[in-house]
T-cell receptor, first 113, second 111 residues
């Protein structure tokens, strides 16, 4: 049973560029959340997608945007990259019905230079 | 605003030396409190969800407990493979899906 898969695993971008990260949720899960984790810190909630719409958003600027596709997979887009955007980006999926549990992927390590 | 504070920041244990990690929280109504384990460079791995004060859950050498203001993760007779960062998170009752995480406790177990 495949868990949450994220791609790419590592990425290096230049300040000012744009980046797209991808996530495939665990089988049977239809809700996807994105988190940013800086070194030595806990994950910070960016937003959650359900039924192809952003359902809840954390304290992140509009440079961070996302999308959910009909097959429940999701993308995180970050525009105008800043050095401070360097972090581990985590995707978590969960079922919308029944006992919920949040399953995390291994993340994408983004380095902005 | 929901807040989660974990202590200590780091813990070094000898193999077999039991200890407890603390997670203090403030939240406007608790939907659930989560414990995760995270290895370096990896995503968090789910351990437990606790829903109400007095609840306890166990898994191998780990036991999680919950009160109205804090949760404890007890590690009994730890082994080197228990070395990891342990993260605590809360979900508020009015939240669709946001987990508010603490900064974690880094545990190192030496043989």
């Amino acid at each position: 049973d495949a868990g949450v898969t994220q791609s790419p695993t590592h990425l290096i971008k230049t300040r000012g560029q744009q980046v797209t990260l991808r996530c495939s949720p665990k089988s049977g899960h239809d809700t996807v959340s994105w988190y940013q984790q800086a070194l030595g810190q806990g994950p910070q909630f960016i937003f959650q997608y359900y039924e192809e719409e952003e359902r809840q958003r954390g304290n992140f600027p509009d440079r961070f945007s996302g999308h959910q596709f009909p097959n429940y997979s999701s993308e995180l887009n970050v525009n105008a990259l800043l050095l401070g955007d360097s972090a581990l980006y985590l995707c978590a999926s969960s079922p919308s019905q029944g006992n919920y549990g949040y399953t995390f992927g291994s993340g994408t390590r983004l380095t902005v230079v | 605003e929901d807040q989660v504070t974990q202590s200590p920041e780091a813990l070094r244990l000898q193999e077999g030396e039991s200890s407890s990690l603390n997670c203090s929280y403030t939240v406007s109504g608790l939907r659930g409190l989560f414990w995760y384990r995270q290895d370096p460079g990896k995503g968090p791995e789910f351990l437990f969800t606790l829903y109400s004060a007095g609840e306890e859950k166990e898994k191998e050498r780990l036991k999680a407990t919950l009160t109205k203001k804090e949760s404890f993760l007890h590690i009994t007779a730890p082994k080197p493979e228990d070395s990891a960062t342990y993260l605590c998170a809360v979900q508020a009752s009015d939240s669709w899906g946001k987990l508010q995480f603490g900064a974690g406790t880094q545990v190192v177990v030496t043989p």
